[in-house]
């Protein structure tokens, strides 16, 4: 199982950004989903989550401004960022419970880093 994460770039304060990651592999089901980022000097936080039924939560920095939302068909989780500001630079990974078989026990995975700078 493998997760490929895709989007982040630089953008000017108050502009906006969609990340993606996409999984695949030997997949039976897809659990919790989420996106983490670190910046630097700082240790990694959770920024936002989704179920497998759609419920969503979010670090308080961020609520109002970043969506995350996920689309099972394709295995894929996206993080739609806009009204970005300089402190929302970081690495953002994402994270993924999943279960390779019916008769696998679910395992956490995390996909590569993707760069978000805010900067004018």
């Known amino acids: 199982v493998q997760l490929q994460a895709s989007g982040g770039g630089l953008v000017q304060p108050g502009g906006s950004l969609r990340l993606s990651c996409a999984a695949s592999?030997?997949?039976?089901?897809?659990?919790?989903m989420a996106w983490y980022r670190q910046a630097p000097g700082n240790e990694r936080e959770l920024v936002a989550e989704?179920?497998?039924?759609?419920?969503?939560n979010y670090v308080d920095s961020v609520k109002g401004r970043f969506t995350i939302s996920r689309d099972n068909a394709k295995n894929t989780v996206y993080l739609q960022m806009n009204d970005l500001k300089p402190e929302d630079t970081a690495v953002y990974s994402c994270?993924?419970?999943?279960?390779?078989?019916?008769?696998?026990?679910?395992?956490?995975?995390w996909g590569q880093g993707t760069l978000v700078t805010v900067s004018s």
């Open positions: 592999g030997s997949i039976f089901s897809i659990g919790p």
């Open positions: 989704i179920t497998s039924g759609g419920n969503t």
């Open positions: 994270n993924a419970w999943i279960k390779s078989s019916r008769y696998t026990l679910i395992k956490n995975y």
